[in-house]
């Protein structure tokens, strides 16, 4: 879960998570001094399943959580992109992978953890990779190569999951996954 806020980002004074005097059925962090309410809403996990022809891309992450396992490239969206933008920026910062986007495959909410993973489908156009600082090692993958064991993420795992079902189907589909 995430850390509770503490100090109020308007004037700095440390907030008290109480209902708002608005009707408000969810306590949240209120200002006593300036009467601030900060609401905190789920963030955004943005990701592509890369894939030359039969094999997918994955990369092995040198970054904590889950140090040394494998993971779509994937990370928090941020402000002023759109859900495919980041996902696209994701896939270059994190395998240097060059791609051409395509259609929405998972999108998939994790509450426990105020998450909405969203994964697209991106067609590589080269199999050279360049990854970047929080990558040890992009490689492809074909489906029975694919080290399930160790898959970094839950969201990773359900995700790659659909897409080989999926192609096995002929049809690729939006999948909607809720995980407790
Ligand atoms: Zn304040």
């Given amino acids: ?56 891309l994955l990369c092995k992450r040198n970054i904590e959580p889950r140090w040394g396992k494998w993971t779509l490239p994937a990370g928090f969206m941020e402000l002023g992109e759109s859900v495919a933008q980041g996902a696209a920026r994701e896939t270059v910062e994190e395998a240097g992978a060059e791609f051409e986007m395509e259609d929405l495959l998972s999108i998939l909410s994790v509450p426990r953890v105020g998450q909405v993973h969203l994964f697209f489908r991106a067609r590589l156009t080269s199999e050279r990779f360049d990854p970047g600082p ?47």
């Fill in 134 to 180: 929080e990558t040890i090692e992009a490689r492809l993958f074909s489906e029975d190569e694919i080290p399930w064991d160790e898959i970094a993420f839950r969201t990773v795992r359900e995700t790659l999951e659909r897409y080989f079902a999926d192609r096995k189907a002929g049809r690729f589909n939006v999948h909607t996954v809720d995980i407790d």
């Fill in 1 to 56: 879960m995430r850390t509770p806020i503490k100090h109020c980002r308007s004037c700095g004074t440390e907030v008290a998570y109480r209902l708002p005097p608005d009707g408000d059925t969810r306590e949240r962090a209120v200002c006593p001094s300036c009467e601030t309410i900060h609401y905190e809403n789920p963030l955004n996990v943005v990701g592509t399943v890369p894939y030359w022809g039969e094999k997918i």
